[in-house]
């Protein structure tokens, strides 16, 4: 049996679609099912929450290979970015060890350092370091920018589209490497074949974040004025825009970091290759 988190989420859904072909008993911990559409009657269901370390025993009862893709880009309700991001990882890893899970597989940003400007680059790096002292075959998938269709943000993109400019975090020259949801979902599928480890997964083409967005608009037949603005006015104007929308924030400074922080791997698609996987470039995916 096979645990995975996050399968609602952009990555963890193209996991699930290619777990569930394949026939791999599968269950997946979610807090609403519906939320999996068809796919909830073909997988075990546990009902629970990161934030709830209690639900742990019951998802992780005769697994031998957890999955974890659960994540977030800005504070919830009931939890943080820091306990979501950074001390669920330590709990789960514990709680499967307790468990007798023998391997665990997750993902973490390109770069992610305890010193970061983005604090969920922080809060990975310090999982990290506690998964280092884990009873488990530790694999880690570290990204670069993962997009894809159903992508939050390009949704998020469509929404500011209907301004007469889009707005850049700092000078928009922040260079990742974008790879697509699907091709990372076939690296991890085939890491787990491989012995534990980690391997960098980019795409194959370094981008600015200027470039990313261009390209983004480009496919949704859109032209808009991209205009920067300074990390300095737009870090306040995020906060107190997210203050005042609450959960309907169109986005918060966390998300905008994401595209304003360098994401590069120094050997390019070279691990993803070694995993069988050519990534796509960005615009092939995009049209």
């Known amino acids: 049996m096979l645990l995975l988190t996050g399968a609602t989420g952009l990555l963890g859904s193209a996991v699930l679609r290619r777990l569930t072909a394949r026939g ?3 269950r997946c911990l979610v807090r609403d099912p519906r939320r999996l559409g068809a796919h909830r009657v073909r997988v075990q269901l546990a009902i629970g929450d990161l934030a709830s370390p209690a639900s742990y025993r019951n998802a992780l ?47 973490m940003p390109l770069g992610a350092t305890p010193h ?25 998938l570290a990204c670069s920018l993962v997009y894809g269709r159903g992508d939050r943000r390009l949704a998020r993109l469509d929404r500011l589209a209907l301004l007469p400019a889009i707005p850049l ?16 979902a076939d690296c991890a599928l085939a890491a787990l074949e491989r012995p ?17 967005v261009a390209l983004a608009l480009h496919s949704r037949h859109r032209r808009r004025r991209l205009v920067p603005i300074p990390l300095a006015v737009l ?19 966390e998300e905008v970091l994401q595209l304003a922080v360098p994401m590069t791997a120094s050997r390019g698609t070279e691990d993803a290759r070694r995993l069988g996987v050519e990534p796509r470039r960005m615009q092939e995916v995009l049209g």
């Open 196 to 212: 534990p480890g980690r391997f960098e997964l980019a795409g194959p083409d370094a981008m600015t974040e200027r470039q990313v």
């Open 116 to 140: 970061h400007p983005s604090r969920v680059h922080r809060a990975k790096a310090l999982a990290a370091e506690a998964l280092e002292d884990a009873d488990l075959e530790i694999t880690t």
């Open 61 to 107: 009862r005769g697994v031998d290979t957890v999955i974890h893709l659960a994540g977030t880009a800005r504070d919830q309700p009931h939890a943080s970015i820091e306990e979501l991001d950074g001390l669920a990882v330590w709990r789960l890893a514990r709680a499967a060890e307790r468990a007798g899970v023998k391997r665990l597989l997750w993902t």
């Open 235 to 253: 870090r306040p104007a995020l906060r107190a825009h997210a203050a005042l929308a609450g959960p309907a924030a169109i986005a918060t400074w």
């Open 24 to 26: 791999t008993p599968v």
């Open 169 to 184: 975090a700092g000078r928009g020259g922040a260079r990742v490497q974008p790879i697509w949801a699907d091709d990372v």
